[in-house]
């Protein structure tokens, strides 16, 4: 290109990229057909006259983040770069604090937000700064009614006071030590009008345990041979007190009985359920989860989705919401 080239190259660029001009404009303005600029700004970019640069903040794994959305057919996939020495940690903390500013993305005026109890959830409350104003409502149990107050109860109330919006929390453990204990309890006035809140919700945040102990809040608190017998069916993975085998299957369907929990019925009518979960040790679990079409989007990290971008056989995608077991 010579000079008079060059220059007139160089306009038409900052034009388009930088003022953000049509080709239809530049073309009227410089009196060239807009095929003579779509050739011109072509040729910019191969001389290298124009550098086309993407940037993420460095925490975020972007080309990860768009395979495993391609991969499993998510709405949203995100993945945090996590330093070496915290991959094996089951719930990063700095996963719930992405979480928080997607969260701050997906929620609009209105809508209801409902917190399951997983410890990468309540991560995500404590980070919350911005939310719109929306109700708030929770959609487990606790995982002991002593901790209540440094749990989910205590996630759901940050997140109402962030967006200033009502707060529906559930005072209640998570597992009962029967289904007639479980449904006396659903049956309680603030129990229940949580619960009716359970269709209105549109926005929902979970998490994701392994089965084993210390990864899954149900796996610490059966005894052995509860824990023996659900790892008979196959149990793989867990999710607000749902247990499934390696494809996504529900198993053990007789423990939700006695569980204070949202349907997975419920759960998959959202309209926007996110995942929280990361490291190697839990790697397989979300693999589960995410083939169980409860689950459109995932916040993660690059050591679980390494393994989730070379697993096993190809999913459906997250988005037909289909159960395995249809």
């Not at 929306?134 to 967006?163: F, I, K, N, P």
């Not at 008979?232 to 993975?237: D, E, K, P, R, T």
């Not at 190697?280 to 979300?286: L, T």
């Not at 689950?295 to 993660?300: A, G, H, I, K, Q």
Request: aromatic fraction near 4%.
């Amino acid at each position: 290109m010579g000079p008079a080239e060059l220059v007139q190259a160089a306009a038409m660029a900052r034009r388009f990229y930088l003022e953000g001009k049509s080709k239809i404009q530049i073309a009227e303005e410089f009196g060239v057909s807009r095929f003579k600029v779509a050739r011109v700004l072509e040729t910019a970019l191969e001389r290298d006259l124009v550098r086309i640069e993407i940037r993420v903040p460095a925490e975020l794994d972007a080309d990860r983040s768009d395979a495993l959305r391609a991969r499993y057919g998510l709405r949203h996939a995100v993945v945090v770069e996590s330093p070496a020495e915290a991959e094996e940690s089951p719930d990063p903390e700095n996963l719930g604090e992405v979480a928080a500013d997607l969260l701050g993305e997906l929620v609009t005026e209105g809508d209801v937000l409902g917190l399951a109890w997983g410890r990468s959830t309540i991560h995500m409350a404590a980070a919350l700064d911005r939310l719109p104003p929306c109700t708030v409502v929770q959609l487990t149990g606790v995982y002991d009614a002593g901790t209540a107050e440094r749990g989910s109860v205590e996630a759901v109330r940050r997140a109402a006071q962030v967006s200033g919006g009502d707060a529906h929390p559930i005072y209640a453990p998570m597992l009962l030590p029967d289904a007639a204990t479980a449904t006396a309890l659903r049956n309680q006035t603030g129990i229940a009008r949580a619960f009716e809140y359970f269709d209105k919700v549109t926005v929902a945040c979970v998490s994701i345990g392994s089965w084993e102990p210390g990864i899954s809040t149900v796996h610490d608190m059966l005894s052995d041979e509860e824990r023996a017998h659900y790892a008979s069916l196959g149990v793989a993975a867990e999710m607000s007190a749902h247990l499934f085998d390696a494809q996504g299957r529900r198993v053990g369907r007789d423990l939700g009985e006695r569980c204070i929990t949202v349907e997975t019925d419920r759960l998959r009518r959202i309209p926007e359920v996110v995942a929280i979960a990361g490291g190697q040790r839990k790697a397989a679990a979300i693999d589960a989860v995410l083939r169980s079409g409860l689950v459109t989007s995932l916040v993660t990290d690059t050591a679980a989705a390494d393994f989730l971008l070379a697993a096993g056989s190809t999913p459906r995608p997250a988005l037909q919401r289909t159960d395995p077991d249809d």
